[in-house]
């Protein structure tokens, strides 16, 4: 069978399926717990519209002939030619040295790897450990599901059992991935030397470990999006097929492991309008340019498509009124949000970062402008999707966490280590030719300055886990007298409902999920005088989304102890009654 034939018989077999695809399955699918507004339109129907357009794009494609033809060198995107090094550092060695720098890199992910896990991590457990895996894949219940992640922590969990590292696998492993990656990507504009030194921060930076010991799909996100930016320059650059093809498949990926990348998608495209725009100043063709990228970007697209086509819209419902939600964020203009800023960039570089602020923003500064004038394309690409998330979120009055623009961590490496071996080159300058010679040893030196106080940092965040739910419950079960319930109240009663039957806890016996006052007094008047000990965490959502609850567990019971987490406003605390 040849190509055109083969085009004409899957192009009409997805009109006919489109056309007459059953529709029950759909109804069928799980559905979220809260209340949400019906959505514009059906997913299934999405998903008959698209398999009928596919169907006659193949059909159409039938009557075409092309193949693939190398664009000419005045027809892509220049390569950045790096100012010579004759004291860089030799390929053999470099990829010793990041060999060494990814294996300490695992280890500092692997440490306390089993520590216990918290809310956001332990709900998707819940929610899909008995789901299957095509129902994971169309519907859509919770903004929990990280795709890509739910699927390999299902599988780590079939081979391994649901223990805590396994759960964290996935997670680790594209956390570790990303530091080899990330050199690939510094390689476009920095030596190979450099390049280490992005590696470096990268591999003992605070929240990276933080990221690549959460069960989410942050660090799959991060490892494809860097992925895809760097194989999109070397598109625009080389136009070779194979890196087309990995860039589909990467930006694929991409989404599979986390919807904000439709952020770094779009980026992407624009990165792409603009090499356009520069190709037509230059007075050169930029009509097949324009072909190669409508079809790269096309086929990305639909790959997507059909990969999330029938949640797009529970996806669209869920979002408007998750983070509507003020217990879900935080507005942008309030004091609470850049505490919490604040709260998470001081918690990787200690009392440090205070004094460090003012020379490292310029530091910053100066690396962002040279990367940005040596390498604008992969620049953009890192830096342009989290405008593009502030401008979204500002547009449709939504709360804002600082998880959204994880992007920019990768990207602050890149343009840090830029910057301080700009800075200490235009010193040496002035200083003449001895100095010169050693600024960029100088540089490497600042450089592990900073890996030291990274690493310094870390040893609050191996001593204390995200929460402390087995500490806490261990600290019940030591004080609690029979008969005593235990009231999980709002957020806490997952924690319970995961880490509960470890201590031979039966929900409904011994522990009560409570979300109301009434809720909470129907437990207590069936408890036979017994007051029970509240467990209570996330006081910021409480606070917000259940005031009067939390006004009678103020009212009745006295705070006993409160267990630390490294999660903001994740510390779980125990409350006694008064009466005692």
């Known amino acids: 069978m040849n190509r055109r034939a083969g085009y004409v018989l899957v192009g009409a077999f997805l009109v006919l399926l489109g056309l007459f695809l059953p529709r029950g399955w759909y109804d069928a699918l799980p559905r979220p717990q809260e209340q949400l507004a019906s959505p514009p339109i059906k997913g299934v129907t999405l998903l008959q519209i698209a398999f009928v357009l596919q169907g006659l794009i193949l059909l159409w494609l039938s009557t075409r002939q092309w193949r693939f033809v190398r664009l000419s060198p005045n027809e892509r995107l220049p390569q950045t030619i790096l100012p010579p090094d004759e004291h860089d550092i030799q390929s053999s060695t470099s990829?010793?040295?990041?060999?060494?720098?990814?294996?300490?890199?695992?280890?500092?992910?692997?440490?306390?790897?089993?520590?216990?896990?918290?809310?956001?991590?332990?709900?998707?457990?819940i929610l899909y450990r008995e789901m299957s895996i095509f129902h994971i894949i169309t519907s859509y219940i919770s903004s929990n599901n990280h795709l890509l992640n739910t699927l390999l922590v299902k599988l780590a969990i079939v081979f391994f059992g649901e223990q805590e590292w396994a759960v964290r696998l996935p997670a680790m492993l594209f956390g570790v991935a990303t530091i080899p990656a990330m050199y690939w990507v510094s390689r476009f504009a920095l030596s190979r030397r450099g390049s280490l030194c992005v590696a470096a921060l990268l591999a003992v930076s605070y929240h990276h470990i933080f990221f690549s010991q959460n069960a989410r799909g942050y660090t799959a996100y991060l490892f494809f999006s860097v992925i895809s930016s760097g194989l999109l320059v070397k598109g625009l650059q080389e136009d070779r097929a194979r890196d087309w093809v990995l860039y589909v498949l990467a930006t694929f990926f991409n989404f599979a492991s986390h919807l904000n990348s439709v952020f770094v998608f779009v980026s992407h495209v624009l990165v792409a309008a603009i090499e356009l725009l520069l190709l037509k100043q230059d007075r050169q063709s930029i009509l097949p340019l324009a072909r190669r990228l409508t079809a790269v970007f096309f086929v990305a697209g639909i790959l997507i498509v059909n990969l999330y086509i029938t949640i797009v819209?529970?996806?669209?419902?869920?979002?408007?009124s998750t983070y509507h939600d003020p217990a879900a964020g935080f507005s942008p203009f309030s004091a609470e949000f850049f505490r919490e800023i604040?709260?998470?960039?001081?918690?990787?570089?200690?009392?440090?970062?205070?004094?460090?602020l003012i020379p490292g923003l310029i530091v910053v500064a100066t690396g962002f402008f040279v990367f940005l004038r040596r390498q604008w394309a992969l620049t953009l690409a890192l830096t342009l999707p989290g405008l593009l998330t502030?401008?979204?979120?500002?547009?449709?009055g939504l709360d804002f966490s600082p998880r959204f623009f994880l992007l920019w961590l990768p990207l602050t490496m890149l343009v840090t280590v830029q910057g301080i071996h700009?800075?200490?080159a235009l010193l040496s300058q002035k200083l003449g030719a001895t100095a010169q010679l050693y600024a960029p040893r100088v540089a490497v030196m600042v450089v592990l300055l900073g890996v030291a106080i990274s690493l310094f940092s870390l040893r609050?965040?191996?001593s204390i886990p995200k929460q402390s739910y087995r500490a806490s419950l261990q600290y019940i079960e030591n004080q609690r007298q029979p008969g005593d319930p235990i009231i999980a109240s709002y957020l806490s009663e997952h924690g319970l409902r995961f880490y509960g039957k470890r201590f031979g806890l039966e929900e409904g016996k011994d522990w009560f999920p409570v979300r109301s006052v009434e809720s909470l007094?129907?437990?207590?008047?069936?408890?036979?005088?017994?007051?029970?000990?509240?467990?209570?965490?996330?006081?910021?959502a409480l606070r917000?989304?259940?005031?009067?609850l939390l006004q009678r567990i103020l009212d009745g019971w006295t705070l006993d102890r409160t267990f630390p987490a490294t999660i903001g406003d994740g510390e779980i605390s125990i409350w006694r009654p008064r009466s005692r």
Do not use: K, N
């Open 313 to 320: 819209p529970q996806v669209y419902v869920y979002s408007m």
């Open 95 to 125: 990829l010793g040295l990041l060999a060494t720098i990814s294996a300490a890199a695992l280890a500092l992910r692997c440490l306390h790897l089993g520590s216990d896990l918290w809310l956001d991590e332990i709900t998707p457990i």
């Open 521 to 540: 007094d129907s437990v207590l008047s069936s408890s036979r005088g017994h007051s029970g000990i509240v467990v209570t965490t996330f006081a910021r």
């Open 422 to 424: 700009t800075v200490l």
């Open 390 to 396: 502030i401008l979204l979120l500002l547009a449709q």
């Open 342 to 356: 604040w709260r998470g960039i001081s918690a990787g570089f200690g009392a440090s970062f205070l004094f460090a």
């Open 544 to 548: 917000i989304t259940h005031p009067d």
């Open 460 to 462: 609050r965040y191996y």
